[in-house]
């Protein structure tokens, strides 16, 4: 059974960083497709990031280089880097993962129970 526990979320001012992570069990780690989402209050959970199992990425328009998403298939581990950090980044932050990009772009992985960021002005 696929086990994905996000951590590294936080309060930091506007313009500080912070780097999540998603430690993954159950799967074979380095063949699957992998992704972050968010959700911020009231509002859907939207797509932030996703990175292929041989580590292409792709980023949401929102993201304007500020985000990096990377894996570390030895670790098992999903890893996002935030840097930059706007107040309307505040949200809980999902990571998730699925043997196909489709399923996860169309968020049919599996999930974790997600980390909450939280960006202050």
């Known amino acids: 059974q696929v086990q994905l526990v996000e951590s590294g979320g936080g309060l930091v001012q506007a313009g500080g960083s912070l780097s999540l992570s998603c430690a993954a069990s159950?799967?074979?780690?380095?063949?699957?497709?992998l992704g972050w989402y968010r959700q911020a209050p009231g509002k859907q959970r939207e797509l932030v990031a996703t990175i292929t199992s041989s580590g292409t990425t792709s980023y949401a328009n929102f993201v304007e280089g500020r985000f990096t998403i990377s894996r570390d298939n030895v670790k098992n581990t999903l890893y996002l880097q935030m840097n930059s950090l706007k107040p309307e980044d505040t949200a809980v932050y999902y990571c998730?993962?699925?043997?196909?990009?489709?399923?996860?772009?169309?968020?049919?992985?599996?999930w974790g129970q997600g980390t909450q960021v939280t960006v202050s002005s």
């Open positions: 998730t993962a699925h043997p196909t990009m489709l399923a996860v772009v169309r968020g049919f992985g599996s």
């Open positions: 159950g799967i074979t780690f380095s063949l699957i497709a």
